[in-house]
């Protein structure tokens, strides 16, 4: 399992919070935010630290989210 300083784990939440405001609200759901969640932590596990790359990795999912919690 890897480690993550405490800025990046700052920067993960803020993509968090930032990407679940995008998610259309039918489909904002716990479930939804713990597929992003979940995107985003392996994004940053493969090294993608910054908040533009983590952000784009996120945005990638949100059509997934709209099919998946319809």
Not at 1 to 26: A, H, N, S, T, Y
Not at 38 to 49: M, S, V, Y
Not at 54 to 59: D, E, S, Y
């Amino acid at each position: 399992m890897p480690q993550f300083d405490p800025e990046l784990i700052r920067v993960m939440k803020r993509v968090l919070e930032d990407i679940m405001m995008k998610v259309p609200l039918e489909h904002s759901t716990p479930a939804a935010k713990a597929y992003l969640a979940e995107c985003i932590l392996k994004a940053a596990a493969q090294g993608h630290t910054s908040y533009d790359a983590l952000i784009g990795a996120a945005t990638d999912q949100l059509q997934v989210i709209v099919s998946l919690f319809s």
